[in-house]
């Protein structure tokens, strides 16, 4: 089994933005835009895992922080995909070119996703994060973009992969909380706080209205969490 984390990171949300994908010091892959967001970043880190052990049988454990990318694949792309790419309200759903690339890279493909918390300490995930964030970074300096070796030779996996996965149904009951920093670059879809892609669900609207101060702490929490701000907000009730 194949073992490798994938992160996105955009400064900005749209923003300079970089994905990249780690199995190894030795073995790993990074890109970017001048302007993305964080999702398109999530979504290419794992195209491109697929894409570089595409000439591999072996299964691919997904590490992920993700869990907008995790659902889109596993819960759902099908019904997207039925409802010719559209959610349940009829709107278009986003990303569709790099969802529809995604799916035909899976296409054959032995794989599972584990959800991983970010930022709190997990190796696979920080290495992925770091390096997206560097790409991120290089474009809004205009600096070198690191890309790395790429998947040369075996790829051997990290030694400690294996002990550092954090199983899917388990997590920490305290997590650490995010330095400020991180929270300031790890932006995620904030300003569209409950416009949240799930088709399969009976929804219903509640209007909530917050303080600027409110919005911040809930959006703190949430990452702190490994949750986005409105599953973070649905947990609560």
Same mark, same amino acid.
């Given at each position: 089994?194949?073992?490798?984390?994938?992160?996105?990171?955009?400064?900005?949300?749209?923003?300079?933005?970089?994905?990249?994908?780690?199995?190894?010091?030795?073995?790993?892959?990074?890109?970017? /835009?001048? $302007?993305?967001?964080?999702?398109?970043?999530?979504?290419? !880190?794992?195209? #491109?895992?697929? &894409? +570089?052990? *595409?000439?591999?049988?072996?299964?691919?454990?997904?590490?992920?922080?993700?869990?907008?990318?995790?659902?889109?694949?596993?819960?759902?792309?099908?019904?997207?995909?039925?409802?010719?790419?559209?959610?349940?309200?009829?709107?278009?759903?986003?990303?569709?070119?790099?969802?529809?690339?995604?799916?035909?890279?899976?296409?054959?493909?032995?794989?599972?996703?584990? /959800?991983? $918390?970010?930022?709190?300490?997990?190796?696979?995930?920080? !290495?992925?994060? #770091?390096?997206? &964030? +560097?790409? *991120?970074?290089?474009?809004?300096?205009?600096?070198?973009?690191?890309?790395?070796?790429?998947?040369?030779?075996?790829?051997?996996?990290?030694?400690?992969?294996?002990?550092?996965?954090?199983?899917?149904?388990?997590?920490?009951?305290?997590?650490?909380?995010?330095?400020?920093?991180?929270?300031?670059?790890?932006?995620?879809?904030?300003?569209?706080?409950?416009?949240?892609?799930?088709?399969?669900?009976?929804?219903?609207?509640?209007?909530?209205?917050?303080?600027?101060?409110?919005?911040?702490?809930?959006?703190?929490?949430?990452?702190?969490?490994?949750?986005?701000?409105?599953?973070?907000?649905?947990?609560?009730?």
């Amino acid at each position: 089994m194949i073992i490798a984390a994938a992160d996105g990171s955009a400064l900005g949300n749209p923003g300079p933005a970089g994905w990249a994908w780690y199995v190894s010091d030795d073995c790993w892959a990074a890109g970017g /835009w001048p $302007r993305a967001t964080n999702n398109q970043g999530e979504l290419t !880190a794992v195209l #491109e895992l697929f &894409r +570089a052990t *595409a000439h591999l049988d072996d299964e691919l454990l997904v590490q992920c922080d993700s869990q907008y990318v995790i659902n889109s694949v596993t819960k759902w792309m099908a019904g997207w995909k039925r409802k010719g790419w559209r959610k349940a309200d009829g709107s278009p759903v986003l990303n569709r070119e790099l969802l529809e690339q995604l799916d035909d890279a899976l296409a054959g493909r032995r794989y599972r996703f584990e /959800w991983v $918390r970010g930022h709190v300490g997990h190796p696979m995930n920080e !290495a992925a994060d #770091e390096r997206a &964030r +560097a790409v *991120a970074e290089a474009y809004r300096r205009g600096g070198d973009i690191p890309s790395g070796p790429g998947w040369v030779g075996e790829c051997e996996p990290a030694t400690d992969a294996a002990d550092a996965a954090l199983p899917v149904e388990s997590a920490p009951s305290e997590p650490a909380v995010p330095a400020a920093a991180a929270l300031a670059d790890r932006e995620t879809e904030d300003a569209a706080l409950f416009d949240f892609d799930e088709p399969e669900a009976d929804w219903r609207t509640l209007p909530l209205e917050l303080t600027t101060e409110e919005h911040t702490r809930l959006v703190e929490r949430a990452r702190a969490a490994g949750l986005t701000p409105e599953e973070f907000l649905r947990g609560l009730i």
